[in-house]
């Protein structure tokens, strides 16, 4: 897995690439929880997220509750193929907030700002 960082509109914007999987998921809420602590506003990128397994789905989880209890938000961008279908499956669509752009889920980040 890698991470990737850029901002718009005061958005941390955070491109997930790869597998999301047991094997990586302590350092995605590691990573996360550090990038909440200096901005609560996120949108995670995850067009590029190849798999992602249930313990991975479980960091998202902590790091939508960590953003929520610090004040922010937290929005999904371009979830598709194998990752949409585990978020359909496990009912995760219903915790999230998922949009098809970037600048969609930026865009209702700062509505509630």
Do not use: H, P, W
């Amino acid at each position: 897995m890698d991470i990737t960082r850029s901002t718009l509109n005061g958005v941390q914007i955070i491109e997930v690439k790869g597998r999301l999987t047991a094997d990586c998921a302590e350092n995605y809420k590691q990573t996360l929880t550090d990038i909440i602590a200096k901005n609560n506003r996120l949108v995670i990128d995850l067009a590029k997220l190849e798999y992602i397994d249930s313990t991975g789905l479980g960091a998202m989880v902590y790091i939508l509750q960590q953003t929520l209890d610090n004040g922010g938000e937290l929005k999904i961008a371009r979830l598709q193929g194998k990752s949409r279908i585990v978020f359909d499956i496990t009912k995760a669509y219903k915790i999230f907030d998922i949009f098809d752009t970037v600048e969609e889920a930026v865009a209702a980040a700062l509505k509630n700002k």
